[in-house]
């Protein structure tokens, strides 16, 4: 929802949100772009008399705002399908779907057909590094979009995505996840159907080879043509040197590699499905293997917060026990025989209801410790690690936990912090501990 009040706002509407809690990097961007924040949903702000209410998806019935708008018969809409009817319509869209890697193949994607020079707008759920913010809005007939497959809105329980018609898709993977709208991956997978049936035959879908459930939804029924990537037959990654950098390929012949320092086969396949998409919205090979050499990542991904006594510490948005397990084999790749101290906030409505807990002792698994702040769950994380035969430490306080973990860290050390939220700010807190230490 931020990206899309970006994007009205650069089409020259006057744009002004609400929300209960918003933190950087969103909220910074949003100042940044001169959007004024309401904290709270008072239905006091009917006063503002807006043209239109974009209501996100996390709003629900009961809302006092939402009530005031129903009962008062505004104008309101989900983001998806304001962006639908207001941008999308005439552009050449490159939607990016997929359990994992959507915000990192769609920076990766808009980066590429940026140095090509193309120009392109975009609508991604975290901040590239390489751009300003996370979202824009260009003269140019092309545009990246993060396809997210949770629901629209509290009055349109479709997929977000259906509402982008991309010509070119990207599917990245598909697993179990948001538990809290779907009962199991098939409900998922009948999504990702519907959004395969907007795919023009003119279109290209880019699909991960190896995953067993893409394949089950493109049996479903697939009307444009598909290339898949990860596999021998189609785009192919070879192992990477010790600097990370790795050769491409199209179906067995050598296009050229890629030069950059990012580890982890994940990072790796998110390149191919980039080069792949870049392709078919007319980018050479060539181009696209140089652009990604410069690729600087996303805030949030193994973003490195700060070093203090040798003690490297990490922000990374993984919540996924898949993701969480690809993010820790990434940073081992890069940090060898080095301790990883994993620090996980199980924040997302699955992982707090319990749904996939006996796969995290699995994920956290490469770590030399792991920590978990169990404030909010709704199961007893230490029984599952016993039962598991893995320690992890678990506190409900974030004082405590950032106290164990300047206690514990010690030079050469990564600390590894994972959610999908703001964590309470422990980054800053462990740094400025470590700091004191210092002293």
């Known amino acids: 929802m931020c990206g899309v009040a970006v994007i009205a706002r650069q089409a020259g509407f006057r744009v002004t949100g609400c929300d209960a809690n918003v933190y950087p990097p969103m909220s910074e961007q949003l100042a940044a772009q001169g959007i004024d924040l309401v904290e709270g949903y008072s239905e006091d702000q009917l006063a503002l008399r807006p043209d239109t209410w ?17 009962e008062r018969r505004e104008r309101f809409q989900s983001g998806p399908q304001w962006l639908s009817e207001n941008v999308l319509r005439d552009k050449c869209v490159l939607a990016v779907a997929g359990t994992h890697g959507k915000t990192s193949t769609a920076s990766m994607l808009a980066f590429i057909l940026e140095r090509a020079g193309l120009n392109p707008g ?10 300003a913010a996370s979202a824009r809005l260009t003269e140019s007939t092309h545009f990246v979009i993060e396809a997210d497959e949770y629901d629209t809105a509290f009055f349109d329980k479709r997929s977000k995505f259906v509402h982008y018609w991309p ?17 199991d991956l098939a409900q998922i997978e009948r999504q990702f159907h519907h959004f395969v049936r907007t795919i023009p035959r003119s279109g290209r879908i880019i699909s991960n080879g190896r995953d067993d459930a893409l394949k089950r939804v493109l049996t479903l029924g697939s009307w444009a043509p598909v290339e898949e990537f990860g596999v021998p037959s189609g785009w192919a990654a070879g192992s990477p ?35 792949a998409a870049a392709r078919h919205a007319g980018t050479e090979t060539s181009v696209a293997l140089e652009a990604l050499g410069s690729f600087r990542g996303v805030k949030r991904r193994m973003e490195v917060r700060g070093t203090v006594r040798g003690i490297t510490v990490y922000d990374d948005f993984a919540h996924h026990p898949t993701a969480i397990r690809a993010t820790i084999e990434g940073l081992r ?21 319990g749904v ?7 994920s956290l698994a490469e770590a030399d ?10 199961w007893d994380a230490a029984s599952v690690f016993r039962a598991a035969g893995r320690n992890a430490r678990c506190e409900t306080s974030l004082e405590t936990l950032v106290d164990a973990l300047a206690r514990e860290a010690r030079p050469g050390d990564h600390v590894l912090i994972m959610s999908n939220g703001a964590f309470g700010g422990i980054h800053a807190k462990l740094l400025a501990r470590l700091a004191e230490g210092a002293g």
């Open 54 to 70: 974009l209501i996100g998806n996390v709003i629900t019935r009961g809302n006092p705002l939402v009530e005031a708008i129903l």
């Open 122 to 131: 975009f609508l991604i759920g975290g901040v590239p590094a390489d751009f």
């Open 167 to 183: 010509r070119t898709a990207v599917l990245t993977n598909l697993e179990f996840d948001h538990a809290d709208i779907f009962s």
């Open 241 to 275: 040197d010790e600097e990370g950098s790795f050769e491409v390929a199209w179906q067995g012949t050598s296009l050229g590699r890629v030069r950059w320092s990012f580890s982890g086969e994940h990072n790796r396949m998110n390149a191919l499905a980039a080069i």
């Open 333 to 353: 790749a890069g940090v060898g025989h080095d301790r990883i101290l994993a620090v996980l906030e199980p924040r997302s409505n699955t992982m707090k209801r």
């Open 356 to 362: 996939m807990k006996e796969a995290l002792p699995w």
């Open 369 to 378: 410790l792991a920590y978990l702040y169990t404030a909010h769950l709704e």
